[in-house]
């Protein structure tokens, strides 16, 4: 079964922080992608990668694809970076599965 | 650009009636997507689409009915509302489905009473 797993399901950090959202995947895939959740709903892409490492400002994005397994990391952390963090994978058809999300909570 | 765009953000429904979710992009992308996000759960795909009329049902489908007459627009119709329905739910489009961005609607914020 085509599965994907995140965690940790919720974090708490104070600014500043350095921060990981790890991302596990059950079989191989043709690409990943990492979401942006704010409060109030809209969501927006952060990352696709499908080997490698992106990165985009503070944010940093990397794909083991051997070890099926994606991380997300957040530099010097802000309370504008909460939200809930989305990963998604193709599993080689027009379809994305979805994680259940990671809940990021950044205390001033 | 204004990207996606779903209307209406908020409806409420009482039981049994049916209505429509509009959803257009101005990307000329040729998938679009339906998805539906309950709480504390993952987004699950309703419908999808990879070019004008041409859908398929997605993991959700029962209680929901799209269609796709151009490239820009892809309705979801509710028929028959029942609680179950309540939900958010997402439109999104890319332009393709292995290495393309993903972009998303604000959301619809559905209850049915």
């Known amino acids: 079964k085509n599965e994907v797993e995140q965690s940790p399901q919720n974090l708490t950090a104070q600014e500043g922080e350095f921060i990981t959202i790890n991302c596990s995947y059950s079989?191989?895939?043709?690409?990943l992608h990492w979401l942006q959740q704010h409060p109030g709903g809209g969501i927006v892409s952060l990352f696709m990668?499908?080997?490698g490492k992106k990165k985009h400002g503070r944010l940093i994005a990397t794909i083991n694809i051997q070890e099926k397994h994606s991380s997300l990391h957040i530099t010097a952390s802000h309370p504008r970076d909460s939200a809930v963090y989305i990963c998604?994978?193709?599993?080689?058809?027009?379809?994305?599965?979805f994680g259940t999300g990671t809940r990021l909570t950044i205390i001033p | 650009n204004a990207g996606v765009t779903q209307t209406p953000k908020f409806r409420i429904l009482k039981i049994g009636q049916s209505m429509t979710l509009q959803c257009t992009q101005d990307?000329?992308?040729?998938?679009m997507y339906w998805y539906r996000q309950d709480p504390g759960m993952g987004l699950k795909l309703i419908y999808y689409?990879?070019?004008?009329?041409?859908?398929d049902k997605g993991e959700v489908p029962n209680g929901y009915n799209v269609s796709r007459s151009t490239t820009e627009d892809f309705p979801l119709r509710l028929e028959l509302a029942a609680p179950s329905q309540t939900s958010v739910y997402f439109c999104?489009?890319?332009?393709?489905?292995?290495?393309?961005?993903?972009?998303f609607g604000e959301g619809s914020w559905l209850t049915v009473v």
């Open positions: 990307m000329n992308h040729n998938y």
């Open positions: 999104a489009s890319s332009w393709g489905h292995r290495g393309n961005t993903i972009y």
């Open positions: 689409s990879v070019g004008a009329g041409i859908t």
């Open positions: 079989v191989g895939i043709s690409a």
């Open positions: 998604a994978v193709n599993f080689g058809n027009e379809k994305l599965t």
């Open positions: 990668l499908s080997s």
